[in-house]
């Protein structure tokens, strides 16, 4: 704007200049043309021509230059304000343009500030909903786990004395209902207050073929195809071994009660590009996880298994990635399967690594 002002101005000038030169010329022959016809033809002789006639014309000759340049300059300031006014004008549609600009990132950063202030209420009131359950549970397993102790001791010592069958089969449910019992306070305890880790290094290699092998002997196995890919390349980890297996254990066990016989299981485990952490999934073909479910299968005593289960495999899990500094997702698509991802950091932060002989097999 400021490089095309002075042409705009130059050219308004000359503009100007012309229009002066013409409203002279206009004005000296509308003035001829009047002493022509005024003017009796006596006085058209040089005499009265250089006395009457010339000095009228060049008075009025320079009257009308006077009159144009006068307005010439009226243009010119008006001209002048046209264009400060245009420049006030450009300058306040910057202003407010940018002022919008501010107003609308403002209004992204409160809309952004908002959603976070969402995310961390529902994140506090999570944790506050498991911290009581936490509280719950120990105070619950603290009472039951004493009599729960002395009950099957009476009855394992009531099954040696039972004299009849029926009275041994009825004596072995109890113990079997009481060990359930016993299982699920120990849950509750392992979620609750999950034990100091044991770290060490692990190749997930030979700990998903150890686990495995522990498996594959189960009943609900045996109707199943397992699979394996493990990336060659993969890195040992730092992690506690007996977390990780049972970790593996439970998405395994839970894959095949959902798997149809004949189904299969992949277990997957390969680094992530570009960062260090490695992923394991466990992917089933069985049922899939309806839409609503999706969403609170790790919340613990939450279950689909009608009468079965404890609802705290996947809650006991999750506890035992997030004291790895890992995460764990669920995706499932209904009838076609579910998949288990579990994201692990290669080496746990501000931990001490123990020396690389020691390897978890």
Same mark, same amino acid.
């Given at each position: 704007?400021?490089?095309?002002?002075?042409?705009?101005?130059?050219?308004?000038?000359?503009?100007?200049?012309?229009?002066?030169?013409?409203?002279?010329?206009?004005?000296?022959?509308?003035?001829?043309?009047?002493?022509?016809?005024?003017?009796?033809?006596?006085w058209l002789t040089a005499p009265h021509v250089?006395?009457?006639?010339?000095?009228?014309?060049?008075?009025?000759?320079?009257?009308?230059?006077?009159?144009?340049?006068?307005?010439?300059?009226?243009?010119?300031?008006?001209?002048?304000?046209?264009?400060?006014?245009?420049?006030?004008?450009?300058?306040?549609?910057? &202003?407010?343009? =940018? !002022?919008?600009? /501010?107003?609308?990132?403002? #209004?992204? @950063?409160?809309?952004?500030? $908002?959603?976070?202030? +969402?995310?961390? &209420?529902?994140? =506090? !009131?999570?944790? /506050?909903?498991?911290?009581? #359950?936490? @509280?719950?549970?120990?105070? $619950?397993?603290?009472? +039951?786990?004493?009599?729960?102790?002395g009950i099957l001791s009476h009855l394992e010592?009531? #099954?040696?004395?039972?004299?009849?069958?029926?009275?041994?089969?009825?004596?072995?449910?109890?113990?079997?209902?009481?060990?359930?019992?016993?299982?699920?306070?120990?849950?509750?305890?392992?979620?609750?207050?999950?034990?100091?880790?044991?770290?060490?290094?692990?190749?997930?290699?030979?700990?998903?073929?150890?686990?495995?092998?522990?498996?594959?002997?189960?009943?609900?196995?045996?109707?199943?195809?397992?699979?394996?890919?493990?990336?060659?390349?993969?890195?040992?980890?730092?992690?506690?071994?007996?977390?990780?297996?049972?970790?593996?254990?439970?998405?395994?066990?839970?894959?095949?009660?959902?798997?149809?016989?004949?189904?299969?299981?992949?277990?997957?485990?390969?680094?992530?590009?570009?960062?260090?952490?490695?992923?394991?999934?466990?992917?089933?073909?069985?049922?899939?996880?309806?839409?609503?479910?999706?969403?609170?299968?790790?919340?613990?005593?939450?279950?689909?298994?009608?009468?079965?289960?404890?609802?705290?495999?996947?809650?006991?899990?999750?506890?035992?990635?997030?004291?790895?500094?890992?995460?764990?997702?669920?995706?499932?698509?209904?009838?076609?399967?579910?998949?288990?991802?579990?994201?692990?950091?290669?080496?746990?932060?501000?931990?001490?690594?123990?020396?690389?002989?020691?390897?978890?097999?």
């Amino acid at each position: 704007m400021g490089e095309a002002s002075p042409g705009r101005q130059r050219r308004s000038e000359a503009r100007i200049r012309l229009h002066m030169l013409g409203m002279a010329a206009v004005l000296l022959l509308v003035v001829a043309g009047v002493f022509v016809i005024v003017v009796p033809p006596a006085w058209l002789t040089a005499p009265h021509v250089l006395l009457v006639i010339l000095p009228g014309i060049l008075a009025t000759l320079a009257l009308a230059l006077f009159a144009a340049r006068y307005t010439a300059e009226a243009l010119r300031a008006a001209t002048a304000d046209v264009e400060r006014l245009r420049e006030l004008a450009q300058y306040r549609e910057q &202003e407010r343009d =940018l !002022a919008q600009q /501010e107003l609308v990132q403002r #209004l992204q @950063q409160e809309r952004g500030l $908002a959603h976070e202030k +969402i995310q961390f &209420e529902a994140q =506090l !009131a999570a944790y /506050e909903k498991y911290a009581a #359950l936490a @509280q719950l549970a120990l105070g $619950a397993a603290h009472e +039951i786990n004493n009599p729960l102790l002395g009950i099957l001791s009476h009855l394992e010592l009531e #099954l040696k004395v039972a004299a009849t069958t029926e009275q041994r089969e009825e004596i072995q449910q109890c113990i079997q209902g009481t060990r359930r019992i016993s299982a699920t306070v120990r849950g509750l305890i392992n979620y609750a207050r999950p034990g100091p880790l044991l770290l060490s290094k692990i190749h997930l290699g030979r700990l998903v073929d150890d686990t495995l092998a522990f498996l594959r002997h189960q009943p609900m196995f045996r109707r199943i195809t397992l699979e394996t890919r493990i990336a060659a390349d993969l890195p040992a980890i730092t992690a506690d071994a007996n977390q990780l297996s049972q970790i593996l254990m439970n998405l395994l066990l839970n894959a095949a009660e959902a798997s149809p016989d004949g189904g299969s299981i992949t277990i997957a485990a390969e680094k992530i590009k570009f960062t260090e952490n490695v992923e394991i999934a466990v992917t089933d073909t069985g049922c899939g996880i309806p839409a609503d479910i999706l969403p609170h299968v790790l919340e613990p005593f939450f279950t689909t298994k009608r009468g079965k289960g404890t609802g705290l495999g996947l809650s006991i899990s999750h506890a035992y990635v997030r004291s790895h500094g890992g995460d764990i997702r669920v995706e499932s698509i209904p009838d076609r399967g579910a998949t288990v991802r579990i994201i692990l950091p290669i080496r746990q932060e501000g931990k001490l690594a123990p020396e690389p002989e020691e390897v978890v097999v």
